[in-house]
């Protein structure tokens, strides 16, 4: 895109995105973890200029003053990755410091694969608890499931470890041994499960279909080739239903990824136009990005709806945002999270790394989505429990289906949705109406303002 | 009490201010020493990512930044990096610690660590506004009148919680166990002295509590020492509650350890070229017990500083069983260091070690016996009355096995 600068794609792992929702403890401040990174290769393009002389005069006598006085000795480059962290706090909240550990974990999640037993995992009232594993790896096999809690890690009591540090234990090489030891209801006693780590896959896309021609593609997160697996369900839809009568987008709880992947999957059904546009404080950070004709999804005459909601950030915004000032498919859910800012990944010279937020995105209409979101064209409900015991009930519920592999997306994508897959799913019920209804009769839209 | 009462006051101003740095003793300040020229590479290549780091930021970071408010986030983070008691002082918040916080007269009653990017509450003082409020050893804190805490350091956080009297603060918490973060306002008022209680418990056996020191509490706690075994000269065994209890100056703890050890030792310090290093002693005259009855100190995560130093010295001589969870591993000597803006650091220069020289600073006392836990994922019963609390059914039960030694003090 840039002709000096090479890019690369970054992607986070939904295994991550449990890491980042639950451990980082500020809740409900943060997006739902995961943000529009790009990678930005190569050292720093000058050698940097000195800091003022005040500055680094007072900078210069503290690490000295550590060096004498401290209590013990410190590495300096560890206290030097204090000091950037915290320069990089005084910022925005999405911007922060990875140390080169964090920074090389960041790499490997972005493969799309790693090597581990296929399990996402989560702090539940403090207990490192099992979300779901993930189907075909050593840990689905094993028989691990959703709510089990992990008590032990090869031994090691999980009381006080963090969910990064469990991910980080849970994970090595392939053909390695790892023990859990689970507490689940009915078990007498906690259990030892012995797996071997295994490269596990992971995909940021699922499919089904609809009876009558419809199609269902759920995106997950924009990370690696999610733009090659969505027009690869799609084309497959377009094979068995001939025509294929309708789609729809599912980026409900999707929390972003890469915003290339963003820019790739909305340019799967667009032919020509803005998709979306940054602007930074140099020009470098100033880009717009648009459509290219050739894709199977871009005829008009293919009905859409994208569903989104609040827990729809970032990547999800641009894609929906460009959908829909396009008049490309028609929004609904919930008005969307609204992050729209952009953050480069930086690598330092020791392999650390910052992540800084470098722009801001806007959508084709000139729209910001910073603490605005994008508003459906209709707005749907999800049903609302009526307290927390309720919503529990509702997750709890999900999960045990999911467990069972009852979960909508469980089932092979050409498996057709039934009537009661619907009924779990009321405002996937209601985007399917829409389409068997098409087109839409619409509010009027308000005027730009 | 009453016409002491501004004096007093005075002097437990000074005292918290020590603390507000999370120390056990403040030196006094040392001059600024020429800024030297970096020793070694790892210093050199340490300030060049520094450098490359804030360059990249000036240059990229979407908004134009302040270079000024960039550094001093650094030197936050600097110092953060070390402990958390080391902090790092703009010039405002170093005057306002030399002037030793008059201006802010009233305070929440809690004692906070900035720790891995987290403010915690490690210890709600007894009957505090902040405990009045319901905050519980352990919170950890979100928001602070509706802004998010970040880039703190323990110093400023404790701040955040003095102002004058009456002073409301909104707070939001996250605890262990609830579904949601709370919400709780905290009226700020002047601390007052420690409560200590006693009471009697089945047996002969006595339970004192011992919530946060201050400057007078050696004196008090002698008297009501002193009542008890008057009192009661068949005393059968004493639980000692020292369990949240994060407030108390190491001047304070061997004060108070001196009624129990005489003039043995009580905690020493050392730096880390064997600078700063001294022994602390109790003083005969000052002990209550000549035989001290079989003794079970209760202590947990919230037990630091002044606390842990009496603790460590009951149970390395022997005087005490501790009962309960590991303590914190608050107690590092710090010192304050000016720097040319008028700006300053607190730094950790020392470590505190126990009679036995077990290391208390940042490594925490393990006590010899583990107290019961709620099954994981139980939520903590709200707290009982003392007969009903748990660990201390669990201490009795020990002193009534004759498990816990008597030993002359």
Redesign the interface.
């Known amino acids: 895109m840039l002709p000096s600068v090479a890019l690369r794609k970054l992607t986070l792992l939904l295994v991550l995105l449990a890491v980042a929702g639950s451990a980082a ?5 943060q997006p739902p973890a995961q943000e529009t990174l790009r990678l930005r290769l190569g050292g ?1 393009s000058s050698s ?5 002389d ?2 680094l ?37 999405h ?1 922060s ?1 990875m140390t080169p550990e964090e920074f090389r974990e960041l790499q490997i999640e972005t493969k799309g694969k790693f090597s581990g037993i296929g399990i996402e995992i989560t702090m539940k ?3 490192l608890t099992v979300v779901s594993p993930i189907e075909g790896t050593p840990a689905f096999r094993a028989g691990l499931r959703a709510g089990d ?1 992990i ?1 032990k890690i090869d031994g090691k009591p999980t ?1 006080n470890l963090s969910l990064t540090e469990a991910v980080k234990m849970i994970r090595g090489p392939k053909g390695s041994k790892v023990t859990l030891t689970i ?1 689940r209801p009915g078990f007498p006693a906690p259990k030892d499960f012995i797996l071997v780590r295994d490269i596990i896959p992971i995909r940021s896309v699922k499919a089904r279909v609809v009876e009558g021609g419809l199609g269902y593609i759920r995106v997950a997160n924009f990370q690696d080739q999610t733009d090659l697996d969505v027009r690869g369900y799609l084309t497959k839809m377009q094979q068995k239903f001939s025509p294929l009568k309708g789609l729809i987008l599912d980026l409900r709880n999707d929390p972003g990824g890469l915003l290339e992947q963003a820019v790739q999957v909305a340019d799967e059904f667009l032919s020509s136009g803005l998709i979306v546009y940054t602007q ?3 020009p470098q ?1 100033n880009m717009r990005f648009y459509a290219r004709p050739g894709q199977p999804g871009e005829d008009r005459s293919l009905p859409m709806v994208v569903l989104i909601n609040e827990g729809s950030a970032s990547a999800s915004e641009i894609v929906a945002g460009a959908l829909k000032d396009q008049k490309r498919a028609v929004v609904a859910g919930a008005k969307s999270f609204g992050k729209g ?1 952009v953050q ?1 990944i ?1 690598p ?3 392999g ?1 790394a ?1 992540r ?5 995105y806007y959508t084709p209409s000139g729209r910001t989505i910073q603490d605005k979101g994008i508003e459906p064209d209709i707005l749907l409900k999800e049903p609302e429990p009526t307290d ?1 015991k309720a919503l ?1 009930a509702l997750r709890d519920e999900a999960m045990e289906r999911h467990m069972r592999g009852e979960g909508i997306t469980d089932k092979p994508w050409n498996q057709p949705l039934t009537t009661a897959d619907l009924e779990q799913d009321p405002v996937l019920k209601r985007a399917v109406e829409i389409l068997r209804n098409w087109p839409p009769k619409l509010v009027a839209q308000q005027p730009a303002s | 009490m009453k016409s002491a009462g501004l004096a007093s006051f005075c002097r437990r101003r000074l005292a918290l201010l020590a603390l507000v740095a999370g120390l056990c003793l403040t030196l006094p300040a040392v001059g600024p020493p020429s800024v030297p020229a970096m020793s070694g590479s790892d210093s050199y290549e340490a300030l060049r990512l520094a450098s490359e780091a804030f360059h990249e930021i000036g240059q990229k970071y979407v908004q134009p930044t302040d270079e000024g408010e960039l550094m001093q986030g650094a030197l936050r983070g600097m110092m953060n990096a070390l402990d958390p008691d080391s902090s790092y002082l703009t010039p405002e918040e170093y005057r306002e610690f030399q002037r030793g916080g008059r201006s802010a007269p009233a305070e929440a009653g809690l004692e906070l660590i900035y720790k891995d990017h987290l403010l915690t509450a490690v210890s709600v003082l007894d009957h505090g506004p902040a405990a009045r409020a319901g905050l519980k050893p352990g919170d950890l804190i979100l928001k602070i009148n509706g802004q998010l805490v970040r880039n703190l350091t323990t110093q400023e956080g404790m701040r955040r919680f003095q102002g004058p009297p009456g002073t409301v603060i909104r707070v939001q918490v996250v605890r262990n166990g609830l579904p949601k973060p709370l919400d709780l306002s905290i009226t700020l008022e002047p601390l007052p002295p420690p409560r200590l209680s006693v009471h009697l418990l089945p047996g002969d056996y006595a339970y004192v509590r011992l919530p946060y020191f201050q400057d007078d509490t050696p004196a008090a706690l002698a008297g009501l020492l002193r009542d008890l075994k008057r009192q009661h000269p068949a005393l059968k065994g004493l639980i000692l509650d020292l369990r949240n209890n994060a407030r108390g100056s190491l001047e304070q703890a061997v004060r108070t350890a001196s009624l129990l050890v005489g003039d043995r030792e009580v905690v020493s310090t050392r730096g880390r070229r064997g600078t700063e290093s001294q022994v602390y002693r109790g003083k005969s005259q000052d002990v209550v017990f000549k035989t001290l009855p079989p003794t079970m100190v209760l202590v947990d995560q919230g037990t630091a500083r002044g606390a842990e130093i009496l603790s460590g010295a009951l149970q390395d001589h022997g005087l005490a069983t501790l009962l309960g969870d590991k303590t914190f591993g608050l107690c590092g000597i710090t010192r304050a260091f000016p720097l040319k803006d008028g700006a300053a650091v607190i730094m950790t220069v020392a470590a505190a070690y126990t009679p036995k020289g077990k290391k208390i600073t940042g490594n925490g006392l393990t006590p010899e016996v583990e107290g019961k836990k709620p099954a994981p994922g139980e939520p903590a019963p709200a707290p009982p009355s003392v007969d009903q609390d748990p660990w201390v059914i669990q201490a009795l039960e020990y002193l009534k096995r004759g498990a816990a030694p008597a030993k002359r003090s």
């Open positions: 403890l500020a809740v409900g401040e720093p940097p200029p000195p800091l003022a005040a500055h005069q007072n900078f210069t006598q503290v690490l000295h003053l550590i060096e004498q006085h401290y209590v013990e000795p410190k590495s300096a480059k560890e206290v030097i990755h204090g000091a950037i962290q915290g320069a990089v706090s005084t910022l925005d909240p911007s410091f009232d403090r207990i809690q008590v009381r507490n930074g404080r140099t950070q800012s480069t930086i330092l010279e020791d650390s910052l800084l937020t470098t722009a801001l927390a529990q």
